[in-house]
């Protein structure tokens, strides 16, 4: 079977586990020396067999933004994966845990394009295009068994994308104090992770001009409309049914999600 075979293969897998709820195994141990680009192909895979069915996709999420989880997998830079519209939740929702297979929580803020984006985008420019900016959770998850994944495994199952969660409103944050917005993520009443925006590579928007970048490289553009959830303030927490999160962000509000 040629390796071309081998990435639809895997993509089909990982693609039905969305439904199935039965994960796969890694997708590194099915290709011999798979990379970062055959990774994005798989991932790249499913996004079309998604489109395809009539799914429309409305935005990308930026991972492995933290020096932490970075030096977790042994890498230097990011990864990122697309979400459609089937997969966003609004604040106050009831989320039903069966539709996952292992979820974890990470709080963020979601950013939505006023404008295209032009490939070699720069921080000014990216700032500019910013037309609104959302508390967020993203929800990972795992189609790989055990969440036994190292980079390749992850990239290839769309970055542990599961849902993301959007505040109801916009909420307004100066670019300028966006390192500093904090963000406490509450499990049942417990602290169960906390941290600030420049977490995330420094600054939350810092992410979004790597992922212009990366995507041009493979064809894509950021266009007007797109969200974008640029990492996580904290280290993930898994949640199980019957638990509520809020994620308190101070003077911002609060996000509140029930899981059911």
Request: with cysteine; glycine share 8%.
């Amino acid at each position: 079977m040629s390796k071309n075979a081998v990435y639809h293969t895997i993509a089909d897998q990982l693609k039905g586990a969305y439904a199935t709820r039965q994960p796969v195994e890694p997708p590194r141990l099915l290709v011999d020396d798979l990379d970062v680009a055959g990774a994005y192909r798989i991932q790249q895979l499913q996004e079309e067999a998604f489109v395809a069915e009539g799914h429309r996709v409305i935005g990308r999420k930026i991972g492995l933004t933290s020096v932490a989880m970075q030096q977790q997998l042994g890498v230097d830079s990011p990864d990122f994966g697309f979400f459609t519209e089937n997969m966003l939740y609004e604040a106050d929702s009831d989320i039903p845990v069966s539709r996952f297979i292992s979820p974890k929580v990470e709080p963020e803020l979601g950013f939505r394009l006023g404008s295209d984006l032009n490939p070699d985008a720069t921080m000014a420019e990216v700032e500019a295009a910013i037309d609104s900016v959302y508390l967020a959770v993203e929800i990972i998850d795992s189609r790989v068994r055990d969440w036994d994944i190292r980079l390749v495994d992850t990239i290839a199952d769309n970055a542990s994308c599961g849902a993301i969660i959007l505040s109801t409103e916009p909420v307004d944050i100066p670019v300028a104090e966006l390192p500093d917005v904090r963000a406490t993520m509450i499990i049942d009443d417990v602290v169960a992770g906390e941290g600030a925006g420049s977490a995330v590579m420094g600054h939350p928007v810092t992410p979004i001009v790597w992922l212009a970048h990366t995507l041009a490289e493979q064809g894509v553009q950021l266009k007007k409309g797109d969200i974008i959830l640029s990492g996580s303030f904290c280290a993930a927490a898994p949640v199980v049914q019957g638990q509520s999160l809020s994620v308190d962000y101070g003077s911002f509000g609060r996000l509140n999600v029930r899981f059911v």
